[in-house]
């Protein structure tokens, strides 16, 4: 480190215009890819996890629940799918919250780029792990003999409807990121929140049988029509209105809380 | 830009934490192109005072303007002026170095392939070549720092903010980062740094603010500030300790005032001019008392500020700020 080395370095002219809001969202999104790059290993609980889920609940539940693995295969596919995806979308507010903690965030917030560029641009990384996560699940149940009626057009409508909505959902971890004091604390309430939702949903069974007051509540459930939606597209026999209410209320939960997450995120200390 | 033109102005800055006021009414008056530091101990209001003048803390009182552009209502072109080095590493960790410059490089409008020049550049200026490729997390404090400040210069600033730069880096890491500092300067970067020690304050910047309890004390050149607290000290270890009361006396008539140390061989004799001590330590030698050692010391913020404020400059972080830090 000569001194003559560093006044050559030193930037001089005049500053070019900072990036516009999409390549700033996009370029925080190519972070996120890098530190899944630099450590692999987290991709564990959105491979490993959904194998674990499809195979748990095909061969445990099965039997007992259509009478054959197979059948049950066919219901509960799409459902693992959506509960997988759900289930990923906490660590969203999880990994915000640990950015938190550290002081890069205090120099991307004195950039002058678009506010929410950071927030955006997680969330952007953190869908090519819904995709992955979603992938690793149809191409199980294909293996396991799962065969949807609507081939792969259906299959790939179905994961860009649920990617969609767990990027919506999202935001709703990144605001309890912003808001609770840990890591720990994020997770616990998100999946306190997630995992009745999911499981009081017709993710795995047919609200039929449900007593009245349960079933009328699961038929309400953003994450049963969800369900429903996505078991459509796969099979080709999709309700559009399950797609309109999917689409709504992700539309909803962005329109909420975006601009919450990014507030909050803005005036922090 | 006009030389004489403010940087940075700041009048009647206030923020509370919880009841407490970490900040309480700091003005400051930045030229531009001046290396200006905050001095004062942790907790005096230091980091919260940058905080604010980098847009991330929203004064609850006063306030302050870079080139003329209000830190509140103007952030977004504050923003576009300025850089910030963190107290703690504002790096990606969970990156390499090369990464973290080219992150900021896209960020800050190069294309990709220039995000990629210029990282190469500052990482070879910065002595982190063979760093580049390993991850942020493994670098050593003033590698670490060296990065920081190299992601602060990607894109040319008009305002450089650092955050107690040297914090917790060894002497040769100390001095790098001294050296940069001093690039910038030359180059007509407005810096201002906040610092606990008075020796970096004294090696870097052309004015000082003294800031004690959340406000400013004393302000003024190293020199104007040393002049009024009387500045350093011949501080004396003899080899003999029975020859002490014998120099006391010889120090007494050549430096009046003498103090007698815990030490039964030190004394010192509080002193500004270097001369004077030479002359100090000659008569000693002449007067055959056997000197070990003497060093002339500035004087340190202790005393800098028991002279400025008649208390000892002691840790005056309180609970609140302590949870506002950790929080962030």
């Not at chain 1, 506010?115 to 992955?132: I, M, N, T």
């Not at chain 1, 609200?207 to 080709?236: C, H």
């Not at chain 2, 550049?121 to 920081?148: C, I, N, P, Q």
């Amino acid at each position: 480190m000569t001194e003559a080395r560093l006044h050559s370095v030193l930037a001089t002219g005049p500053r070019p215009r900072p990036a516009s809001a999409a390549s700033a969202a996009l370029t925080f999104g190519w972070r996120g890819m890098l530190k899944i790059k630099h450590v692999p290993e987290q991709l564990m609980d959105v491979t490993l996890t959904p194998v674990l889920f499809v195979l748990m609940f095909t061969y445990l539940f099965g039997g007992a629940i259509s009478g054959s693995t197979a059948e049950y295969l066919d219901y509960i596919l799409p459902g693992i799918l959506v509960m997988s995806v759900l289930f990923t979308t906490v660590y969203s507010g999880v990994s915000l919250n640990t950015d938190l903690t550290k002081g890069v965030v205090d120099r991307f917030r004195s950039l002058p780029i678009w506010r929410p560029a950071p927030l955006v641009g997680a969330l952007l990384g953190d869908s090519l792990r819904y995709l992955l996560a979603g992938t690793v699940i149809v191409v199980l149940g294909v293996v396991l003999g799962y065969r949807p009626g609507a081939g792969l057009t259906g299959v790939v409508l179905a994961l860009a409807l649920v990617i969609v909505f767990a990027f919506a959902l999202s935001w709703v971890f990144t605001t309890l990121g912003l808001l609770l004091r840990s890591p720990n604390a994020v997770m616990n309430a998100g999946f306190t929140a997630i995992f009745p939702l999911t499981f009081l949903s017709n993710v795995f069974v047919a609200p039929e049988t449900l007593p009245g007051p349960l079933k009328a509540f699961v038929d309400v459930n953003p994450i049963s029509i969800l369900a429903s939606a996505s078991r459509g597209l796969m099979e080709g026999n999709v309700a559009s209105t399950d797609i309109l209410v999917v689409l709504g209320t992700a539309v909803l939960l962005t329109a909420v809380f975006a601009p919450l997450t990014t507030y909050l995120y803005r005036t922090r200390g | 830009m006009s030389r004489d033109a403010l940087a940075i102005e700041a009048s009647g800055l206030v923020k509370s934490f919880g009841g407490t006021r970490a900040v309480d009414g700091v003005d400051l008056a930045v030229r531009a192109g001046a290396v200006y530091g905050v001095l004062g101990p942790n907790g005096a209001g230091k980091t919260t005072t940058i905080r604010m003048l980098s847009t991330l803390l929203r004064p609850d009182a006063g306030s302050a303007s870079v080139f003329g552009h209000d830190i509140v209502t103007e952030a977004d072109t504050v923003r576009g002026l300025i850089s910030l080095t963190g107290q703690l590493a504002s790096v990606d960790e969970e990156l390499t170095g090369r990464e973290n410059l080219v992150l900021l490089g896209r960020l800050l409008g190069l294309t990709r392939r220039a995000a990629k020049d210029r990282a190469a550049d500052l990482l070879d200026a910065f002595g982190l070549v063979e760093a580049a490729g390993r991850l942020v997390k493994h670098y050593s404090g003033g590698m670490r720092r060296r990065l920081d400040i190299a992601a602060s210069i990607v894109v040319n600033r008009e305002v450089m903010f650092l955050d107690e730069p040297t914090t917790g880096l060894d002497p040769r890491s100390r001095n790098q980062v001294w050296d940069i500092v001093r690039a910038l300067a030359a180059e007509g970067t407005t810096t201002l740094f906040c610092t606990q020690y008075l020796d970096e304050a004294d090696q870097l910047a052309d004015g000082i603010a003294v800031i004690d309890r959340g406000r400013v004390i004393a302000e003024g050149t190293p020199s104007q500030l040393k002049a009024s607290i009387g500045s350093g000290a011949l501080h004396v270890r003899l080899l003999d300790p029975d020859q002490r009361a014998e120099a006391e006396l010889l120090l007494a008539s050549e430096l009046s005032m003498v103090h007698l140390e815990p030490d039964p061989a030190a004394l010192s004799a509080p002193c500004a001019d270097a001369h004077r001590a030479a002359e100090a330590v000659a008569a000693l030698s002449r007067a055959g008392v056997r000197v070990a050692s003497f060093s002339l010391g500035q004087p340190s913020l202790d005393e800098v500020f028991l002279a400025l404020t008649g208390h000892p400059a002691e840790d005056q972080t309180e609970d609140a700020e302590v949870v506002e830090e950790e929080r962030t």
